[in-house]
């Protein structure tokens, strides 16, 4: 990859960074009595994250879960799982970027994969946010702004 092009790689990992950050503080500030509505939104995620990495970047060896949505009732092992994923898909990208090799399956562009992974993280997102709201325990947004927005506005 040419050394001009490093900075826009970095951004762009960056943005995925910031956006698997969003998704575990999210879980964070998941109220207990809701967590088990939402916790297999979370397991899909990390799921959906290696499963495309194994259909796509076969060189990188992941181990994917037997269950795609399953329960979990530690919110710490979930985050230790989406940061897992989240690595593995930074991994993924970096390298089929800077070895100029095609994704295998799906995907014309390594930033396509990227792109279809922060909306996935996103859409989902937002589904546990009205998961949460339904069952009356939204998340107000004086507490879930500063670990959302703020992330994403957030200059370094």
């Known amino acids: 990859m040419p050394p001009s092009e490093q900075p826009l790689l970095e951004a762009l990992l960056d943005s995925w960074d910031r956006s698997n950050t969003i998704l575990t503080n999210l879980l964070r500030i998941v109220p207990a009595d809701g967590f088990a509505a939402v916790a297999p939104l979370f397991t899909h995620i990390h799921y959906v994250r290696l499963v495309f990495i194994s259909e796509d970047a076969p060189e990188f060896p992941v181990e994917i879960p037997e269950q795609e949505w399953h329960n979990s009732d530690d919110p710490g092992d979930l985050a230790q799982m989406l940061n897992e994923s989240a690595a593995a898909v930074r991994e993924v990208v970096r390298s089929k970027l800077e070895s100029n090799k095609p994704m295998d399956r799906h995907y014309d562009h390594p930033i ?45």
Not at 115 to 130: P, S
């Open 112 to 156: 396509l994969f990227l792109q279809h992974m922060l909306w996935h993280d996103a859409y989902h997102h937002g589904q546990i946010k009205l998961t949460l709201k339904a069952k009356g325990l939204a998340i107000p947004d004086k507490t879930a702004g500063p670990v959302t927005w703020g992330i994403w506005m957030r200059k370094n």
